[in-house]
Antibody, heavy 124, light 107 residues
Framework: QVQLVESGGGVVQPGRSLRLSCAASGFSFSNYGMNWVRQTPGKGLEWVATISFHGSNKHYADSVKGRFSISRDNSKNIVLLQMNSLRPEDTALYFC?????????????????WGQGTLVTVSS | DVQVTQSPSSVAASVGDSVTITCRASQGIGSWLAWYQQKPGKAPQLIIYAASSLQTGVPSRFSGSESGTDFTLTISDLQPEDFATYYCQQGKSFPRTFGQGTKLEIK
């Protein structure tokens, strides 16, 4: 069955960096775009970044553009989110999520499988 | 950017009732809208995509419709497991945007 397992969260000081990882299994990982979505405790969902199945197309929310970088390793079935210059407002539960359909050159638009999330807390 | 405005922010209903949740897009997005269900402590679950297509495994009491830039999620014959928070999300363009969420509570 499809499984997405995030790791790498933790407590970090403002201005520091953190790298999140999402390990995928149970499907042909290299055929699907992947996404990061975050949720502030007790609040709504915010899309963060998307990477196409081949890794060539990447998109970012304005709130993280220039600070966060999404990447993937199709040989290891992992997607990464490198987070630099972290701010208190980046504090959230970060979910990894799979694109609904395979082979879209950019993204199929929706997410059908989600991990359980990894918590990032940015605080001094 | 496409904004999606979801309403109401909360609604109370009883088991067996029907409820309707609405999302309005700030510009035309065709049928590029999804609905997710989220229960406390859990990840969101895709229930409707492309405005009206039911995700595999989702009960048929869930349905979606569209009229221009207005999108509706209807849940008929509410069951105890349906009480959760629901989000809409547009998939037409980047940045992807979510509605603010609707908390469906038991009356």
């Amino acid at each position: 069955q499809v499984q997405l397992v995030e790791s790498g969260g933790g407590v970090v000081q403002p201005g520091r960096s953190l790298r999140l990882s999402c390990a995928a299994s149970g499907f042909s990982f290299s055929n699907y775009g992947m996404n990061w979505v975050r949720q502030t405790p007790g609040k709504g969902l915010e899309w963060v970044a998307t990477i196409s199945f081949h890794g060539s197309n990447k998109h970012y929310a304005d709130s993280v553009k220039g600070r966060f970088s999404i990447s993937r390793d199709n040989s290891k079935n992992i997607v990464l989110l490198q987070m630099n210059s972290l701010r208190p407002e980046d504090t959230a539960l970060y979910f990894c999520a799979r694109d609904h359909l395979a082979y879209y050159s950019d993204s199929s638009g929706y997410c059908d499988y989600w991990g359980q999330g990894t918590l990032v807390t940015v605080s001094s | 950017d496409v904004q999606v405005t979801q309403s109401p922010s909360s609604v109370a209903a009883s088991v067996g009732d029907s409820v309707t949740i609405t999302c309005r897009a700030s510009q035309g997005i065709g049928s590029w809208l999804a609905w997710y269900q989220q229960k406390p402590g859990k990840a969101p679950q895709l229930i409707i995509y492309a405005a009206s297509s039911l995700q595999t495994g989702v009960p048929s009491r869930f349905s979606g419709s569209e009229s221009g830039t207005d999108f509706t999620l209807t849940i008929s014959d509410l069951q105890p497991e349906d009480f959760a928070t629901y989000y809409c999300q547009q998939g037409k363009s980047f940045p992807r945007t979510f509605g603010q969420g609707t908390k469906l509570e038991i009356k």
